[in-house]
């Protein structure tokens, strides 16, 4: 009975803590036009990143050149990052002002390379090769919050195709080559991201039926868990390109890791509590009256999980681009089964088709869409975007807030009472609690001082909202649970 107390008193708190949010959709606009032969990464890559909205980075490649696209000033610019020869799967990653940029550059004879920028793209600096020379592909790099940077890639031989992962950190790598897949299988198309010291990593392992595979590390990726005995899942006959997120709940301490990949021309998605040991059931989020590949999937810490991919009509070709179209769908509640909207914005179809979509997560709360389209009677290859945006606001108007207000709140979640302490003291603040609605059920006027003491009275347990005012301002707008 208490542990079925606790499922819906989580479930409670994760209903009201996406009450009223909204995810609003821009319309699409263009970034560029390039060259017909101008590629994006699709596989299980990032393709935008940056600090904010009017500060941001693309990356689009063509066989002999990668080029950054710089949003700055609210205009793009394009700047020449690489040339070569034979580039393939161009993809970024963005920590402390400073781009980061990995590529394939080979077909038999190929290697793993990366680059980074301190300045905005305009000057690059290489470090060693981050592969040895043979049968590499499918590149994907993470920059973690502490400045390690992670790559995966997988290499092939006459006999397997393994997984590989390295780190580097401060000038130099700090681990050589780490085969994560099973060395007899066929390991490919990996895709790894990092936070902090936890690194995760997914792939798909051939021959059929294909299995998606997951390893996880705690300490940086200088050593690695014990492969599961079992795929995430045994349930479908096909599966490939996995694309993995994160996200934390802090009301419910809960570690979200969100699985995407395609099989059986389907979106499927899964999720994980425990950093991987169980996953749920495949859910299929994508339209079931098309036909859908390359999922891209990015997330926040306030709920809303976002899919980006590729589809087209039943019927239609794999290599019919003017057919194909963007497909995106959304949960505002971490992803939960039967949260997803269902072909939200699919449709950009413009005659010339929508292909490669990458879903890419500048901030909390601003993601971008990214695709190319083929214009063939100019003989172009246009780039679009279109910005989605999450809204998270509740039932209590939206305020800026005082960044200086430091209120503590212990312990929270509580059942009978909490101490609430403030590093700046309270004169004549009144204290307002809101209900999950909207509605005011408790108030507490003339506060002065540091600390004050909340006591649960005869309030029913769930999820709160506290607001502090203090001569006309808002100086504090807190989340409070209550407990039985």
Known sequence: ????????????????????????????????????????????????????????????????????????????????????????????????????????????????????????????TSIPPVSSIGKVAAPSIYASSNGKIHFVWHIESSTDTTVFHRVFHNGTFLTSAYPLSNLTGQGQWPSVISIGDTVLCAWKEAPLPTKVWYRSSFTGGTSWNPISSLPTTTLLSTSKDPNLAYAYDSISNTHFVYLAFDGQNK????????????????????????????????????????????????????????????????????????????????????????????????????????????????????????????????????????????????????????TLHTDNPFRNATLLIYNIYGQAVKQINNISGQTITLRSDNLPSGLYFLQITQGNQVISLEKLVITD
């Open 267 to 418: 979106i499927y998605f899964q999720r994980s509590t425990d950093f991987g040991n169980t996953w749920t059931v495949p859910d299929t989020i994508s339209n079931l009256n098309k036909l859908s590949q390359f999922a891209h999937i990015e997330c926040n810490n306030k709920g809303f999980v976002g899919i980006a991919y590729e589809q087209r009509p039943i019927g239609s070709s794999l290599f019919d681009d003017t057919k194909k179209d963007v497909g995106f769908t959304y949960s505002t509640n971490w992803g939960n089964v039967g949260t997803f909207s269902v072909d939200t914005l699919a449709y950009t179809h413009n005659g010339f088709g929508s292909v490669y979509p990458g879903f890419n997560k500048i901030d909390e709360n601003n993601f971008y869409l990214a695709w190319l389209t083929k214009d063939t009677v100019n003989n172009k290859m246009k780039v679009f975007e279109r910005l989605i945006h999450f809204n998270s606001a509740t039932g209590i108007n939206n305020y800026t807030l005082n960044a200086n207000s430091n209120v503590y709140i212990f312990p929270n979640p509580f059942s009978d009472q909490a």
């Open 1 to 124: 009975m208490k542990a079925l107390l606790t499922s819906l008193f989580v479930l409670t708190v994760l209903l009201a803590y996406n009450l009223q949010a909204q995810v609003l959709i821009n319309t699409v606009s263009p970034v560029a036009n390039e060259k017909i032969n101008t590629q994006f990464c699709f596989n299980n890559t990032k393709l935008m990143a940056g600090n904010s909205v009017s500060d941001r980075y693309l990356v689009y490649y063509n066989s002999d050149t990668i080029f950054l696209n710089v949003h700055q000033s609210g205009i793009w610019i394009r700047k020449t990052a690489y040339t070569g020869n034979n580039i393939n799967s161009a993809t970024l990653t963005f920590h402390n002002d400073t781009i980061w940029l990995c590529w394939k550059e080979g077909v038999i004879s190929a290697q793993i390379k990366a680059i980074f920028s301190n300045d905005t793209g305009n000057t690059w």
